[in-house]
């Protein structure tokens, strides 16, 4: 189970919106307790993918490790990773499966005309063969 808070949720919403109709992505900072894991603050990246960013994102290596950075400053940790898929359904795709990692938690929102949609997350397995939708709130 995954809990977005409010602040955080719209950083990701704004960003999402923002970055359309090109990809966004972004680093979702907080802690888990019990398998419960909750976002206080997300840090928008910018989307270092060469190429066509309508479908692709990568994100940029100074943007993640400042975000990683911040996550210690305030004894928190980086718990997944989000990115954004203009117009198209909130799944996760097996460029996504390839490029993430197990653990983290990915969540994936749908903007549909620059107007955000829906949201899910995912969390791939070790081997990175398969990964299960999570319980999401935002
Ligand atoms: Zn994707």
């Given at each position: 189970m995954i809990r977005i808070e409010p602040e955080a949720w719209k950083e990701m919403v704004r960003h999402a919106e923002a970055t359309f109709p090109k990809e966004c992505c972004g680093v979702m900072i907080g802690a888990e307790e019990n398998g419960a894991r909750r976002i206080t603050l997300a840090v928008a990246c910018r989307?270092?993918?060469?190429?066509?960013q309508k479908d692709r994102f990568h994100i940029d290596g100074r943007d993640q490790v400042a975000a990683e950075r911040r996550a210690r400053e305030l004894g928190l940790d980086v718990i997944g990773y989000f990115h954004s898929h203009p117009n198209e359904d909130a799944y996760f795709s097996s460029t996504d499966l390839k490029h993430s990692w197990p653990w983290y938690s990915n969540v994936v929102m749908s903007v549909r005309g620059g107007v955000f949609s829906h949201a899910k997350s995912f969390i791939a397995n070790d081997d990175q063969t398969a990964a299960e939708p999570e319980d999401l709130h935002y």
């Open positions: 989307n270092a993918y060469e190429g066509d």
